[in-house]
Each structure stands twice: as structure tokens, then as C-alpha cells.
Nanobody, 124 residues
Framework: QVQLVESGGGLVQPGGSLRLSCVVS????????MRWYRQAPGKQRELVAG???????NYADFVKGRFTISRDTAKKSVWLQMNSLSPEDTAVYFC??????????????????WGQGTQVTVSS
């Protein structure tokens, strides 16, 4: 059973910082792309940042220069460093990963998994 577990959310004042963590557990062979999404109340889930297995990153325009995504493949972990937070960043943040598992007679099969989300609230 593959699980993604996020942590690090909480309440922070405008201008503050938080570091989100996500760890993948379970019987897996490899992890390809890892991403962070967020969903604010009444809004659709949106991509925040992504990182490939090779370390290439991409960011949504609204977080460029403020957020940094990083990963440690050996630790099966991905992080999101969030700086200069504003109330507009308030949302539930979700970890997402393309995880490779060994499937009999099929070799390595990649499946997308989501974490349960962690709440980030930016308020004074």
C-alpha cells in the first residue's frame, strides 16, 4: 500500500514562512515526478510546483520567487519551502507523486498518488 503523508502546515502571519514535507511510504521501486498542489475554499485544485526525478523544477506564476520545491529520492521525500506568504496562499496543500511499483508480468507500472493534504493558513 502506497501512502503519501504531508506535514508542516499551520498558521502563519503574512510575510512569514513555512516548510511543507511529504514522505512516500510503501513497497515502491521508483518515483518520477513529484508535485505540490493546493486548493482554497470554493476554488479548484491548482498546481503549485513540480520536480522531476532529475531535479528539474517548474512553478506556478503566483509562487515564482517565493516558493522552492526540492526532493530527496533516496528518502522518498519532497519539500516545499514557502516564503513571503500572503493570505491568498491560504489553502489545503496536497502532495502528489507518480510512483512505480512492481506488477507481476508487467514490470514497473507507474500510478499517481495523492496525500491527504495539510492546511496552510496565512492570517494576522
Amino acid at each position: 500500500q502506497v501512502q503519501l503523508v504531508e506535514s508542516g502546515g499551520g498558521l502563519v502571519q503574512p510575510g512569514g514562512s513555512l516548510r511543507l514535507s511529504c514522505v512516500v511510504s510503501g513497497s515502491i521501486l521508483s518515483i518520477n515526478d513529484m508535485r505540490w498542489y493546493r486548493q482554497a475554499p470554493g476554488k479548484q485544485r491548482e498546481l503549485v510546483a513540480g520536480i522531476t526525478r532529475g531535479g528539474d523544477t517548474n512553478y506556478a506564476d503566483f509562487v515564482k520567487g517565493r516558493f522552492t520545491i526540492s526532493r530527496d529520492t533516496a528518502k522518498k521525500s519532497v519539500w516545499l519551502q514557502m516564503n513571503s506568504l500572503s493570505p491568498e496562499d491560504t489553502a489545503v496543500y496536497f502532495c502528489h507523486a507518480d510512483v512505480g511499483r512492481s506488477v507481476p508480468y508487467r514490470g514497473t507500472v507507474y500510478t499517481s498518488y495523492w496525500g491527504q493534504g495539510t492546511q496552510v493558513t496565512v492570517s494576522s
